[in-house]
């Protein structure tokens, strides 16, 4: 109360003109006014040394403050007495209040605890006592329900909305009003079920159910009929049974995958094969039957000369792979294969773009390719062998772009290179970036300089001297190198000979985390007049 006062009485100050009438030991915060109190503030003006205002002022200050002082000393012994009397508010008491003193607890003292009711109180007082244990919780019987008289709804309005007047009777029901409801009867409580077995859950199984009783008929009995109509394929009875019997078989006996494999029709010795009416489907059925006469007779077919790298698999692992073979097959040919050449393909038109004199010198000798095979004729396996120029261009992009940086050895032995020593066990990176950018190698090693690999030895060498190893090296060599570059090689032949492009958007490369454009290197593409489709 007396700080109320002193802040009522000291926030008429902060409205004057001086700031240092208030006292500096009072925090501001409590000076704030009261907001039912607030009235609105004039703007402070300019202070004037001359005016009669302050002096008159800090007089009427210190006169309120003197009378609140007093006033507040007289209320706090009146507190302090009705609180020993105890017929003040119990949780607004303090616990030893000190008539007429400020609660203020001494440097050192321990801190009082403010305790608003006398519940709290009395936990507080045995939580203090030594070696207490929690009370047990209580324990609560089953859960009673509250019976109530069922009441006509308007019956229970009055008696709630004015209790002073006493229940009023029910008002004579309306022709429309709706009738009284019938008594609820209390639910029976159910018996125990022991829980369902879990193959009732299994596909196809039906679970007996009772016809239901009077009043508890099934109302989602139609979108049950609904949903069975609308059941998965596999629990169609109505399929033919050769289908059914595929599924079947195809759920109990997985067989092998067998996609043909990219590229297949560039193979050597593919053109024969299409030429004889096998197709692109000639590598399928070649598989199938080695597959099936390999099963059937136990021997293999004398008359596959070349294999392709699943064949070879295939038969390595007795002509079948199991299905987390074939899923991770799958995925590693994913991973390594496809962003990789995707990336070599857009980085290579990439400096072919920033390159015209290339550019140029490549389409040069693709269309004498077209020119000698023939306009329509497609490109055979071994074709890129005699496309130079371009292979000096898909090595020039893998050497400056890195697409991978290096690769991870593990050392088995004590290994002594040049005047260090790698532990056994130790890991090392071997960077191909650091070797493929050094200019001791390479001259201007950072430029894309197709030319540089026109001496016909230049790569042999360097990939002698582990000078050029994007495809890696050693037993691990990258299993895609030849195809990558068969790939590369064919995109850049149809790129070249029927399209001419701009660059869209500019963009640049980065090499972290990966080696890619940041953009994906949008181009306009128009098609050349000359070209054939
Ligand atoms: C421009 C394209 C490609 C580049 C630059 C490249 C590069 C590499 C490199 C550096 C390695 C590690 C070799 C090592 O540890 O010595 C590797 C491994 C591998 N690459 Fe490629 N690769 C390319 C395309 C492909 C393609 C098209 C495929 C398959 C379709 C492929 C499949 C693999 C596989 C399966 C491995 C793991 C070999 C192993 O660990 O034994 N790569 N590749």
Known sequence: MLSKILCASLSLNLNSRHPHALPPLIHP??????PAEAKPRTPTPPLDANASGPPLLLAAAAALLLAAAALGWLLAGQHGAAARRGDDAPHLRLQDPQPGALHRRPRGAPRQRLLHHPRLRRAHRLL????????????????????????????????????????????????????????????????????RPRHHAAVGARRHRPPPRRGQEDHLQPHRQAARQHRPRALDRERPPRVRQAHRRLLLHPVPLRPPPPFHHLRPGAQGEEESGRGSAGGDKRMDDKVENGAANGKEDDKIEKKDMVEELLEAEGGSFSEEEMVDFCLSLLVAG???????????????????????????????????????????????KSMPFTQCVINETLRVANLISGVFRRA??????????????CKIFASFRAVHLNTEHYENARTFDPWRWQS??????????????????????????????????????????????????EDRIVFFPTTRTLKGYPINLRRRPDSVF
């Open 456 to 505: 016909k030895n230049k790569l042999q060498n360097a990939e002698g001297a582990s000078l050029f190893t994007p495809f890696g090296g050693g037993p691990r060599l990258c299993p895609g190198y030849e195809l990558a570059r068969v790939v590369v090689s064919v995109f850049l032949h149809h790129l070249v000979t029927r399209f001419s492009w701009e660059e869209a958007e």
């Open 412 to 425: 088995n032995t004590d290994i002594h290179f040049k005047d260090y020593i790698i532990p056994k066990g």
């Open 338 to 384: 496809y962003e990789t050449t995707s990336v070599l393909m857009t980085l290579a038109v990439k400096f072919l773009t920033e390159t015209p004199t290339a550019l140029a010198q490549l389409r040069e000798e693709h269309e004498n390719i077209r020119d000698v095979k023939g306009k329509n004729q497609p490109l055979e396996w071994s074709d890129y």
């Open 29 to 34: 915060l409590a000076l704030a006014p009261h």
């Open 128 to 195: 203090r006592r030594p070696g207490l244990q929690p009370p047990p919780p209580r324990r609560r019987g089953p859960r009673r329900r509250l019976q109530l008289p069922v009441l006509h709804r308007h019956a229970a309005r009055p008696a709630l909305a004015a209790p002073h007047q006493g229940p009023r009777a029910p008002p004579p029901p309306r022709a429309h009003a709706h009738p009284p409801r019938p008594p609820r009867v209390a639910a029976a409580p159910r018996p125990h079920r022991p829980p």
